[in-house]
């Protein structure tokens, strides 16, 4: 074939114009022509077999590859773009002799290099998303640490806004953590909440029952004036919530609750003396 005969030439004329319009910035040209050399394969071997499995595959492959690398969609796009229209006009070379055998090349030609264009954006875009949301579940579980302080006692801080998802992955977390850790007691310390909403409100009050069904007892902590006339205006079954004022006050209940008895050091010296 024509494009695999001509390989080398081809590939190196794609790379220089993908440096000459400044795409793929935030690779090296070691790494851009490294990079040409497998999307140049895949590319022909796509127009060689007319796979849609095989083009989904090259599509998926090349997001994967440069996505972590920084590269945005327009740039992907763009080198494919260029590729086609490299290609293009070593076909149309080739073959401008002979005006039957370039239309009919031409016709095979560019609907699939056309077909290849759009399925490599729209995967690119996809796996953008997918990436993305990765990131903002790894960032949401960072932002919802559950802690074990002690045996069977469980810490888990919240900071920031909550809203509906975000109070479904605490809860979710939380009854993760409880079977895990075989937890007892856990305080949840909401000092760093701005606002609770009705939904929010009854999620926490939801989080609480899911939590005892599984043996553990929850005391929230943290508990803000804006907040608890929220949680009381909105009709917030409060007796099914267990509070204490601050976070050092919930561990010392959790405590006292599990059975630990806090002696403070002046006090255990007094009994010490004679």
Same mark, same amino acid.
């Given at each position: 074939m024509h494009l695999r005969e001509n390989r080398t030439q081809l590939r190196e004329e794609w790379?220089?114009?993908? #440096?000459?319009d400044q795409l793929l910035t935030a690779m090296t040209k070691e790494e851009i022509f490294a990079e040409a050399t497998t999307v140049y394969d895949n590319y022909v071997a796509v127009l060689? #077999?007319?796979s849609v499995e095989a083009l989904q595959a090259y599509a998926r492959d090349l997001s994967e590859?440069?996505?972590?690398? $920084?590269?945005?969609?327009?740039?992907v796009v763009g080198?494919? &773009?260029l590729l086609r229209d490299v290609l293009g006009r070593s076909l149309l070379k080739k073959y401008q002799s002979d005006l039957v055998l370039l239309n009919r090349v031409m016709d095979a030609y560019e609907p699939a290099s056309n077909r290849?264009?759009?399925t490599v954006a729209v995967s690119f875009v996809q796996e953008r998303e997918r990436i993305i949301r990765q990131q903002q579940e790894a960032i949401r579980e960072l932002s919802t640490p559950v802690l074990q302080v002690r045996e069977r006692l469980l810490i888990l801080p919240i900071i920031g806004v909550i809203d509906s998802q975000r109070a479904r992955q605490v809860t979710e977390q939380l009854l993760r953590g409880i079977r895990a850790n075989r937890a007892k007691v856990v305080v949840i310390d909401i000092t760093g909440v701005p606002t609770v909403d009705s939904t929010v409100a009854n999620h926490l009050v939801q989080t609480v029952d899911a939590s005892r069904l599984m043996g553990a007892t929850v005391i929230? #902590? $943290?508990l803000s004036s804006e907040i608890a006339q929220t949680l009381v205006t909105i $009709?917030?079954? &409060? #007796?099914?919530?267990?509070t204490v004022g601050d976070l050092q006050g919930g561990i010392e209940e959790a405590e006292r609750l599990l059975g630990y008895k806090v002696i403070l050091e002046e006090s255990a010296k007094e009994s010490e003396t004679p």
């Amino acid at each position: 074939m024509h494009l695999r005969e001509n390989r080398t030439q081809l590939r190196e004329e794609w790379a220089r114009r993908v #440096t000459e319009d400044q795409l793929l910035t935030a690779m090296t040209k070691e790494e851009i022509f490294a990079e040409a050399t497998t999307v140049y394969d895949n590319y022909v071997a796509v127009l060689e #077999t007319g796979s849609v499995e095989a083009l989904q595959a090259y599509a998926r492959d090349l997001s994967e590859r440069i996505i972590p690398r $920084g590269v945005e969609a327009n740039e992907v796009v763009g080198i494919v &773009l260029l590729l086609r229209d490299v290609l293009g006009r070593s076909l149309l070379k080739k073959y401008q002799s002979d005006l039957v055998l370039l239309n009919r090349v031409m016709d095979a030609y560019e609907p699939a290099s056309n077909r290849i264009a759009n399925t490599v954006a729209v995967s690119f875009v996809q796996e953008r998303e997918r990436i993305i949301r990765q990131q903002q579940e790894a960032i949401r579980e960072l932002s919802t640490p559950v802690l074990q302080v002690r045996e069977r006692l469980l810490i888990l801080p919240i900071i920031g806004v909550i809203d509906s998802q975000r109070a479904r992955q605490v809860t979710e977390q939380l009854l993760r953590g409880i079977r895990a850790n075989r937890a007892k007691v856990v305080v949840i310390d909401i000092t760093g909440v701005p606002t609770v909403d009705s939904t929010v409100a009854n999620h926490l009050v939801q989080t609480v029952d899911a939590s005892r069904l599984m043996g553990a007892t929850v005391i929230v #902590t $943290g508990l803000s004036s804006e907040i608890a006339q929220t949680l009381v205006t909105i $009709g917030v079954d &409060l #007796t099914k919530m267990k509070t204490v004022g601050d976070l050092q006050g919930g561990i010392e209940e959790a405590e006292r609750l599990l059975g630990y008895k806090v002696i403070l050091e002046e006090s255990a010296k007094e009994s010490e003396t004679p």
